[in-house]
């Protein structure tokens, strides 16, 4: 049994296996009908009696390829509407935007680091096997992908460079998975999954 099917038994049986079609998660931006977790609905159970700490919204399993993806999403359409109206021109627009997107960028590296932390953590927990935890942090066995659903037009995309965000979010905890940016109505054709 692999790394991915472990950890989907492990969390159906001790009841935090809350399964949704993506379109169905609290705040979405996505109108997918992808299978997931509410990884939040296992922070909240993880969090109970602790300090809150940031993790992804969604936590895909494809039990077949041993993949383990954590899905953030993001309505950025609405940051840049709101900030184009506020500001004075396409200078302070642009100033506005950059902040935005750095601080995108260290919460989203914030989050991989708490997703993959809660996910070993919530498997000590449950008394795993420690070869499953060993797997999950052995990049021969197990990839871990983060997958950034943004909320915007393709014009947006492009124009705000967001895709360089995936380069920046590729760092080595990530051992050979990768972060993605998808757009929201582009991310059933994507192959990230």
């Known amino acids: ?12 049986v001790n009841s ?25 609905y296992i922070k909240d ?3 109970r009696g602790m300090r809150t700490i940031k993790s992804a919204d969604c936590l ?20 840049i509407q709101f900030t184009q109206e506020k500001s004075k021109d396409a200078n302070d627009f642009n100033l506005k935007f950059k902040v935005y997107k750095n601080e995108l960028k ?3 590296k914030d989050k991989i680091m708490d997703s993959i932390a809660m996910l070993i953590s919530t498997m000590g927990y449950y008394s795993c096997d420690s ?12 990839k871990i992908n ?12 492009l124009d705000h460079s967001l ?9 080595r905890i990530l051992h050979g998975g990768e972060a993605t940016i998808v757009r929201a109505a582009t991310f059933d054709k994507s192959p990230c999954l």
């Open 146 to 157: 983060y997958i950034i659903i943004v909320k915007m037009t393709a014009s947006e995309y």
């Open 106 to 108: 260290n919460g989203l």
């Open 163 to 171: 895709s360089t965000l995936s380069t920046d979010l590729n760092f």
């Open 60 to 79: 895909h399993l494809n039990t077949g390829d041993n993949v383990i993806s954590f899905i953030e999403m993001k309505d950025i359409s609405k940051f």
């Open 16 to 40: 935090l296996a809350n399964y949704h079609t993506m379109h169905s998660i609290p705040r979405t931006c996505s109108k997918s009908t992808v299978t997931v977790l509410d990884y939040d």
């Open 1 to 12: 049994m692999n790394t991915s099917t472990h950890i989907k038994n492990l969390l159906e």
């Open 131 to 142: 070869t499953i935890i060993k797997n999950i942090l052995s990049k021969d066995n197990t």
């Open 45 to 47: 159970a993880y969090c």
